[in-house]
């Protein structure tokens, strides 16, 4: 089970809360319906007391535990603050510390908009990337100068530290936890249901400490490069294993290992993610598109992009297209 807490405190952004969790909710039924057998998530909420927060919006929430009876969660969502967050995380030691003692535990903590302050009032982020909401970024910087802003990007991550400037970059921070939870099936599941538009992936607009192939394995970092570069032909595992000079077994039991897939998974991936650029971006037929990737059979292209992606090509394209290229008038 994944136990999940969601912090609450006055005037913070509602959204920054529920959206998410409701995103959760729905991967958990999701992934019910599929597999009885996946895991259930433990969500709740919890603040510094039982008394009920008021939000920005003036909806009232009311906390499920104190801080203190959250005795172990393994992910943390911290809210967006709304307006100057200065008063706000000047009182907030009880629940820095808090956030301290979880860090320390290996707790995964997420942070959005000016919410990732408490996280810069705890310590935590010294001398780490981070980014917050667009406009608090000189103030942020001022109060925090040890801290590495990145301004550029919507996500940032450290280690078990997430930034995200917005509520909807959150979102798409969200997807990808589902992912690390679940799978990528569950997380386009939810992703479609929420995200009509088909968002960025949470990849292409974050910055990571250690980036793509953060792992020591510099024959695997390799061969990995090597697929990326060559994902549109015929490629049989043994080749490329015999390329870096391994055993089929060995290359398999080492891949796993350093990226936690197998090197099928991750060329499958590689090919999908160049296929869903192709859809949005060209004009290509999609037989086209899967002979690109390096599938010569359309009919197992299109039930392999659907299994990963919980969306045929054709479907993808009708909604994605529908969202770069129309337009309402004035």
């Not at 999940?4 to 991967?27: G, K, Y």
């Not at 433990?42 to 919006?57: M, N």
């Not at 004009?283 to 599938?295: D, M, P, Q, R, T």
Request: aromatic share 10%.
């Amino acid at each position: 089970m994944q136990r999940i807490t969601f912090v609450l405190c006055d005037n913070m952004l509602a959204t920054s809360t529920t959206l998410p969790i409701e995103m959760l909710r729905a991967a958990e039924t999701f992934a019910r319906v599929n597999s009885p057998q996946r895991e259930s998530l433990h969500i709740q909420t919890a603040a510094v007391s039982l008394e009920p927060v008021t939000t920005r919006a003036g909806i009232k929430l009311y906390p499920d535990k104190t801080l203190d009876e959250v005795i172990e969660t393994d992910l943390i969502f911290l809210p967006a603050l709304w307006r100057n967050p200065r008063p706000i995380i000047k009182r907030s030691h009880t629940l820095c510390n808090w956030l301290k003692r979880a860090y320390e535990d290996g707790c995964t903590i997420s942070s959005v908009g000016t919410g990732v302050c408490f996280l810069a009032e705890a310590g935590l982020l010294h001398d780490k990337p981070a980014t917050t909401h667009w406009h608090y970024f000189d103030q942020f910087q001022t109060s925090y100068p040890n801290i590495q802003l990145k301004r550029q990007y919507f996500i940032t991550q450290a280690g078990n530290l997430y930034c995200s400037a917005s509520v909807n970059a959150l979102a798409d921070l969200t997807v990808h936890f589902i992912q690390r939870i679940y799978n990528r099936t569950v997380a386009n599941h939810v992703e479609r249901h929420f995200s009509h538009e088909i968002r960025q992936s949470y990849e292409s607009t974050g910055y990571f400490e250690g980036k793509t192939n953060s792992h020591p394995d510099e024959d695997i970092v390799q061969a990995q490069i090597w697929m990326q570069d060559n994902y549109g032909k015929e490629i049989r595992l043994s080749d490329v294993a015999e390329r870096f000079e391994m055993s089929v077994r060995t290359f398999n039991r080492r891949f796993k290992n350093a990226t936690g897939k197998s090197p099928l998974q991750y060329l499958q991936e590689v090919r999908m993610e160049t296929a869903r650029d192709l859809l949005k971006t060209s004009n290509l037929s999609i037989s086209e598109i899967a002979y690109k990737v390096g599938y010569s059979d359309m009919g197992h292209f299109t039930g392999l992009f659907k299994k990963l992606m919980a969306t045929t090509p054709s479907e993808y394209r009708t909604t994605v297209r529908a969202k770069l290229f129309s337009a309402e008038p004035f």
